[in-house]
């Protein structure tokens, strides 16, 4: 249509829609007839279209497509927190769990501090099961901010895995372990407690797949997160997918007749994202997407399950470039945290020696590095207190090198550095939603929206 050809009529349409589409109708919602028993939310944490965009470049190519593009209700997702422009990941999943904007940092709990209900304290207290999976820390962010209150996500972890134990949620898959054991809980371990209240421990893979009839699992897979798909092979490690977590847990929780919580978070998505590390994210997707898709294979004839996939917030601004070298990215084969390992630190202890950056680079990330650059990333190294970052950070550092080289579509490491979020953006975040109640999933939404839709549509 031309510009001079669109109606005074049109005009009010296309408003008149569009303030539709931005204020979603919890009342409809609350009187729909066809409401879903069971609730199971994907949170890809740092998830934003540029994240998915180039997993599907690299995976597909520029003509193919994801699972969760085919969802039926598609919405875009506001992220702010309640005095911050930029969210973190714990006001982010605080709002997603409960409704309420919080300050950043803060966990289950409002911007006055006063605790907040999730969507999945409401199912346990409406006595049906719940469950939550991260390939991050159980006790951490995401996974925490629907089930636990702390003040603090930094300082919180401890007290969050306490929580988990009063209020004996039935699934609780992750890394984490060293915040249930004595170390962090004043010389008491937690593990015996959980298992003398009913819970069946599993720490590996293999162990998880043997689980045949638990009524509560607790899964701890890592000390603290779970590592990177691209390391694992390298690393001997053991831990379960993150489809293989999924699995179980529906497992076990659609034992309840009455229904079931389940929040499942792709937690890496974010640290790949914030090492500006391509390859990762493009890892790190597929296994969620993956994920997605074996859950709604599974829901398609049961017509009683509501999923809604989103993300928490944007992480590094990522996206794909008209001179992005997707097959120079293609070859690597490890993290730049993994990489970060590999290095040999310098007599002085605030460096690494020269020769070993350069052939870490030339082996793991497929070019050579100059002088310069290794001069450069040395004094990107230490810490403000003098000291060598941890490893995780020293990784972000190496990945940013890593993009630059292949001009890949980043957030530049001075403005990651200046952030308190470690570079996430306020960009609005894709949400994708199929099942009874879906179609109240779309338009412009507030973070906030989404659990107060859940709840109009699941509350008894």
């Given at each position: 249509?031309k510009l001079?050809?669109i109606?005074?009529a049109?005009i009010i349409?296309?408003?008149?829609?569009?303030?539709?589409?931005?204020?979603?109708?919890?009342a409809?919602?609350?009187?729909?007839?066809?409401?879903p028993k069971?609730?199971?939310?994907?949170?890809?944490d740092g998830?934003?279209?540029?994240?998915?965009?180039?997993?599907?470049?690299?995976e597909?190519?520029?003509?193919g497509?994801h699972?969760?593009?085919s969802?039926?209700n598609?919405?875009?997702?506001?992220?702010?927190?309640?005095?911050?422009q930029v969210t973190d990941?714990?006001a982010?999943?605080t709002?997603?769990?409960t409704?309420?904007?919080?300050n950043n940092g803060?966990?289950?709990?409002?911007?006055?501090?006063i605790?907040?209900?999730?969507v999945l304290?409401?199912f346990?207290?409406?006595g049906r099961?719940v469950?939550?999976?991260s390939t991050?820390?159980?006790?951490d962010?995401?996974?925490?901010?629907?089930t636990?209150?702390?003040?603090d996500r930094y300082?919180?972890?401890?007290?969050a895995a306490?929580?988990?134990l009063?209020?004996?949620?039935?699934?609780l898959?992750g890394?984490?372990?060293?915040?249930?054991?004595p170390k962090?809980?004043?010389?008491i371990?937690?593990?015996?407690?959980?298992?003398?209240t009913g819970y069946?421990?599993?720490k590996?893979?293999?162990q998880l797949?043997?689980?045949?009839?638990?009524d509560?699992l607790?899964?701890?897979?890592?000390?603290?997160?779970?590592?990177?798909?691209l390391?694992?092979?390298?690393?001997?490690?053991n831990?379960p997918?993150l489809?293989?977590m999924?699995e179980?847990?529906?497992?076990i929780?659609e034992?309840?007749?009455?229904?079931?919580?389940l929040?499942?978070e792709?937690?890496?998505?974010d640290?790949?994202?914030h090492?500006a590390?391509?390859t990762?994210?493009w890892?790190?997707?597929?296994?969620f997407?993956?994920?997605?898709?074996?859950t709604v294979?599974?829901?398609a004839?049961?017509?009683?399950?509501?999923?809604v996939v989103?993300a928490?917030?944007?992480?590094m601004?990522?996206s794909v470039?008209?001179?992005?070298?997707?097959?120079g990215l293609?070859?690597?084969?490890?993290?730049p945290?993994?990489?970060?390992?590999?290095?040999?630190k310098?007599?002085d202890?605030k460096?690494?020696?020269p020769?070993s950056?350069?052939a870490?680079?030339?082996e793991?990330a497929?070019f050579?590095?100059?002088?310069e650059?290794v001069?450069?990333?040395?004094?990107?190294?230490?810490?403000?207190?003098g000291?060598?970052?941890?490893q995780?950070?020293l990784?972000w550092e190496?990945?940013?090198?890593?993009?630059?080289?292949y001009q890949?579509g980043v957030?530049?490491r001075?403005?990651?550095?200046?952030?308190?979020?470690?570079?996430h953006?306020?960009n609005m975040?894709?949400?994708f939603?199929a099942?009874?109640g879906?179609?109240?999933?779309e338009g412009?939404?507030n973070?906030?929206d989404v659990?107060k839709l859940?709840?109009?549509?699941?509350?008894k």
């Open positions: 249509m001079n050809t109606t005074l049109t349409a296309l408003t008149s829609s569009s303030q539709v589409m931005s204020s979603p109708n919890f409809l919602a609350q009187a729909e007839t066809a409401k069971n609730v199971i939310v994907f949170i890809g998830m934003g279209l540029g994240q998915i965009e180039i997993a599907r470049h690299m597909y190519g520029k003509d497509s699972f969760i593009e969802l039926p598609v919405a875009l997702v506001k992220t702010y927190s309640a005095n911050k990941s714990a982010a999943g709002a997603i769990a409704s309420v904007k919080t803060a966990i289950g709990v409002d911007s006055q501090g605790e907040v209900d999730s304290d409401d346990q207290k409406s099961k469950g939550v999976i991050n820390t159980v006790t962010a995401t996974p925490a901010a629907f636990a209150s702390v003040a300082q919180g972890q401890p007290a306490r929580q988990m009063e209020h004996e949620y039935d699934v898959l890394g984490g372990s060293k915040y249930f054991g962090k809980q004043d010389g371990d937690l593990l015996p407690k959980f298992e003398q069946t421990i599993v590996d893979k293999d797949a043997a689980v045949e009839d638990a509560k607790l899964g701890l897979f890592n000390s603290t997160y779970m590592n990177y798909k390391d694992r092979d390298d690393l001997g490690s831990e997918s489809e293989l999924t179980k847990a529906i497992n929780l034992k309840d007749k009455d229904g079931f919580f929040m499942v792709g937690a890496r998505i640290h790949a994202a090492a590390d391509i990762g994210v890892k790190e997707f597929m296994e997407d993956r994920t997605v898709k074996q294979n599974w829901a004839n049961r017509n009683d399950t509501l999923i989103l928490d917030h944007e992480t601004g990522l470039t008209e001179p992005m070298d997707i097959s293609k070859n690597i084969t490890v993290s945290e993994f990489m970060a390992g590999k290095l040999t310098a007599a202890g460096s690494f020696e020769d950056i350069k870490v680079f030339k793991y497929g050579e590095v100059t002088d650059q001069n450069e990333l040395n004094s990107h190294m230490v810490s403000s207190k000291k060598l970052k941890y995780y950070k990784g190496i990945g940013s090198i890593i993009a630059a080289h890949a957030i530049d001075s403005v990651r550095e200046a952030s308190s979020t470690g570079g953006s306020s975040v894709p949400l939603a099942g009874p879906s179609q109240y999933f412009v939404l973070n906030t659990p859940i709840r109009s549509l699941t509350q």
